[in-house]
């Protein structure tokens, strides 16, 4: 079975510093995708960032980056200059072509962005 | 804009009845899915589909039923709805591995 862990079930962080939100994933494929969506009070899921696993380097967009270990199946999302708007949810999420490319999800964090 | 529209934001329906959530795209995706969102547990894949009349079962069928009879529509069926189907069901269209978008959500509750 493949797994998505996230082991932080909350987090603050206050504007302008960097957070670092964890996840862990569990998979015998070789071939797949790794994402993390951003879920606000909205509840519009919104694609943060994207990385396929055979690209060694790392995804950035803008602020949010990742740090993606393939051999430890890990897959961070480091959030520079935080703002008010992070606030939300943060789903780490897992996709194979084998499945259907059916998204797997950890459970979240949530993350709290104060003044 | 592309868009995937759930028919409704909020439902309250009665323990027993029949309960039709929609889902529809209009992005032409082959690929749409139905995740339930509970507090602490994260989304949770009930079914998908990868083309029409076509339907797989995701982690937790158990209650739940879908229909595909059009490309763009995909709807989600509770048989008989029960109060431990309250939830937050969120439907999402994909084109294979490029990556999702999802409705906006219902939030069921079961009464």
């Known amino acids: 079975a493949q797994t998505v862990t996230q082991s932080q079930p909350e987090m603050s962080v206050q504007e302008a510093e960097t957070v670092t939100l964890s996840c862990t994933y569990d998979t015998s494929e070789s071939n797949y995708y790794l994402f993390w969506y951003k879920q606000p009070p909205s509840r519009q899921m919104i694609l943060v960032i994207r990385q396929e696993a055979y690209k060694q380097q790392n995804a950035t967009e803008n602020r949010f980056s990742v740090n993606f270990q393939k051999a430890a199946k890990s897959f961070s999302l480091k959030i520079s200059d935080s703002q008010l708007g992070d606030t939300a949810m943060y789903f780490c999420a897992f996709m194979t072509s084998n499945s259907g490319y059916a998204l797997n999800f950890g459970k979240g964090t949530s993350l709290l962005v104060t003044p | 804009d592309v868009k995937v529209t759930q028919s409704s934001r909020y439902l309250v329906k009665r323990t027993g009845e029949k309960v039709f959530l929609e889902c529809v795209q209009d992005?032409?995706?082959?690929?749409m899915f139905w995740y339930r969102q509970d507090p602490g547990l994260g989304l949770r894949l009930i079914y998908f589909s990868y083309d029409v009349k076509m339907k797989e079962k995701g982690d937790i069928p158990e209650g739940y039923s879908v229909s595909r009879e059009k490309k763009e529509r995909f709807s989600l069926i509770l048989e008989s709805a029960s109060t431990n189907q309250t939830s937050m069901y969120l439907c999402?269209?994909?084109?294979?591995?490029?990556?999702?978008?999802f409705g906006s959500g219902t939030r069921l509750t079961v009464v």
């Open positions: 999402a269209s994909s084109l294979s591995g490029v990556g999702y978008t």
């Open positions: 992005m032409d995706h082959e690929n």
